[in-house]
């Protein structure tokens, strides 16, 4: 009989341990050993004597059967590991060395065990239920982390599971059970929703739902979605149509309602009701405001099939710059209602160049809001950059000139992954000349413009980069004048000021360089026959009168010095004293 109740009862074996929830295994392993007499081989690791020499037939039977014992022991816990744990203990003699093995590596320590008990009864005590959790959900979860603690050898009484604030009917908290507990909390839950079977007006609710199918005079199943509701979560949508309701004036079809089954309430959304049965003339000539700006769900895919303008003069010459520098033609252009734009000339001119011409409705810019937003951009980049270094306002044109030039080297949403400047021309632009708006400036003085001894530089303010040149635009304070240069140096940390003299700006330690020559000399190599052959053409002064009496150049030489002294008069000759 046991011969038979063995085999069938080793298919009910524990799940392969793999590294996880350890102390669940250990369990379920210790009673499936105890079940086939083999955890006292695990336990107590007893040695099996050798049979003497003359062994009774007992003696040899309980030899056999301890030995045996011991090996099915170890054979158990060998396949009821993972692969790759059995690696780490295959080379261990006994079953209770493996056991030991196990417990020490996934158990750990006293003081490790003692931590993780501590942060299961953190996790207990900050655990809360979510608005979509059932009773029985809830109480799985917190049972889960109590039998998690029980199975690390820590006491969790049910008196401190069963702590709660209050129930709908009074309890005796000290006596109550959990069982009794998780019932009655079903029991509320129940209650509760059978409270929420009426229809709900929320003013924050986006569409009319409901879970009653029958309240519906028609519709349509064909509709399937999902609705997002107030924890965050999705429920199904099956269906649309239109339900029936009484108010006070009579019988109200609302439209547009949605069938969601797994809702715990009708819902009804104001804002849809005020669209759908409100009409009250009065209430429009108090109440009327403007309709919402919708985002634009379409964008022109290439070089100009739209543009926004807010400027009409300067048209003709930009719809030409443009098609000449991009070969492309103009498509459409947005504008707004202003006379400029809405008149005979321009019409024509729109019709001759095949260009679609669209207006914004009156006393509508949002319409046109690429346009006035990025005016809006220019002259709020404008005004903190003349701010920041304190220059005057007539330099608006220089500023707004310059915000230009870096928004289109700045990365936007309207061209992904580009700048406007790439998008444009097709290649990235060159970033290393980029200076610092309104810094102090040099300015070389050409050679033509100045006299030997006067200053070579100008000082003067940064104040843009030249479309027409690769140069500066330098302001110069001390003449009102703007210059192009490209000879500039800056000193970006500073600023100029308009009460001090330029001199007090520098350090009193500053020097000036000659611009026309190297800061470092350069040293070339020449070859030595060179050095050899010019020697042998360089002009010897000499050094005394005896030695230039004896060369007839230096005599003639003399000669013509004298005469040209006698005759200016230099000198009066007399007689040596």
């Known amino acids: 009989m046991e011969a038979d109740i063995q085999p069938s009862f080793s298919q009910v074996a524990p799940t392969v341990f793999d590294g996880q929830n350890y102390q669940a295994w250990a369990v379920k392993m210790t ?37 045996t014992r011991k090996s099915k022991a170890k054979a158990c816990l060998f396949s009821a590991i ?12 006994s079953a209770k060395e493996i056991w030991d093995y196990l417990k020490k590596e996934y158990q750990g320590s006293e003081r490790t065990k003692n931590m993780q008990i501590l942060n299961l009864i953190r996790e207990f005590e900050m655990v809360k239920m979510k608005e979509s959790e059932s009773i029985k959900d809830y109480s ?34 000290s ?40 309240l519906f005079i028609e519709i349509d199943k064909t509709l399937i979605s999902k609705v997002k509701i107030g924890n965050g979560e999705f429920i199904s949508v099956k269906g649309k149509g239109t339900v029936a309701i009484e108010s006070l004036t009579g019988l109200k079809h609302i439209t547009d309602v949605l069938y969601v089954p797994d809702i715990d309430q009708n819902l009804l959304s104001v804002p849809l009701l005020e669209d ?16 919402p700006f919708p985002q634009s769900t379409w964008r022109a895919t290439h070089k100009l099939q739209l543009v926004h303008t807010d400027v009409a003069n300067v048209f003709w010459k930009f719809k030409t710059w443009v098609e000449n520098q991009s070969d492309c033609k103009l498509h459409t252009i947005r504008s707004d209602n202003g006379k400029e734009f809405v008149n005979e000339t321009f019409d024509k001119f729109c019709e001759e160049a095949g260009i679609e011409h669209q207006l914004t409705t009156p006393y509508t810019p949002q319409q046109n809001g690429v346009s006035e937003r990025k005016n809006r951009s220019i002259m709020e980049m404008t005004r903190c950059m003349l701010h920041e270094k304190e220059l005057p306002k007539n330099l608006w044109a220089e ?110 330690n500053s020097q000036y360089l000659d611009d026309d020559f190297d800061v470092v000399p350069v040293r070339g190599t020449r070859p030595l026959s060179d050095i050899y052959e010019r020697s042998n053409v360089a002009v010897f002064e000499p050094a ?18 004298l005469q040209m002294i006698e005759k200016n008069g230099t000198w009066e000759l007399v007689d040596r004293p």
């Not at 029980?150 to 908290?173: A, T, V």
């Not at 759908?276 to 309709?291: E, H, P």
């Open 140 to 173: 799985d979860k917190l049972l889960g982390i109590i039998n998690k603690v029980r199975l690390l050898g820590k006491d969790f009484s049910y008196e401190r599971i069963s702590k709660i604030s209050s129930l709908e009917e009074s309890k005796d908290l």
């Open 82 to 93: 993972s692969s790759t744990i059995f690696t780490r203990i295959m080379n261990l003699e």
């Open 31 to 67: 009673v499936y050993l105890e079940a086939l007499d083999l955890w006292e081989a695990v336990e107590e690791d007893y040695d099996v004597p050798p049979l003497p020499a003359n062994p009774t037939v007992a003696q040899m039977k309980n030899h056999k059967e301890r030995k």
């Open 544 to 561: 005394e009168f005896k030695e230039a009496e004896k060369d007839d150049k230096w005599i003639e030489a003399m000669r013509e010095e």
């Open 399 to 508: 500023a707004a000139s310059t915000a230009v030039f870096l928004l289109n080297r700045l990365p936007t949403r309207a061209v992904h992954g580009k700048t406007p400047f790439e998008a444009w021309f097709g290649y990235k632009p060159c970033l290393q000349n980029m200076k610092i708006f309104g810094c102090l400036s040099f300015s070389y003085v050409p050679q033509a413009k100045r006299d030997k001894l006067d200053k070579k530089a100008e000082p003067g303010v940064f104040v843009g980069y030249s479309s027409t040149s690769k140069a500066y635009r330098i302001f110069q304070p001390q003449n009102g004048k703007i210059i192009v240069s490209q000879d500039v140096k800056f000193m970006e940390n500073k600023q100029w000021s308009w009460e001090e003299s330029i001199e007090k700006l520098l350090p009193e």
């Open 276 to 291: 759908q049965l409100i009409d009250c003339v009065a209430c429009q000539y108090g109440k009327q405001s403007r309709k």
């Open 175 to 214: 006596s109550i059970s959990l069982a009794e507990l998780v019932n009655a909390l079903q029991a509320q839950e129940q209650r509760r929703m059978m409270r929420k079977e009426e229809t709900t007006e929320d003013s924050g609710c986006t569409n009319h739902m409901t879970n009653d199918q029958t």
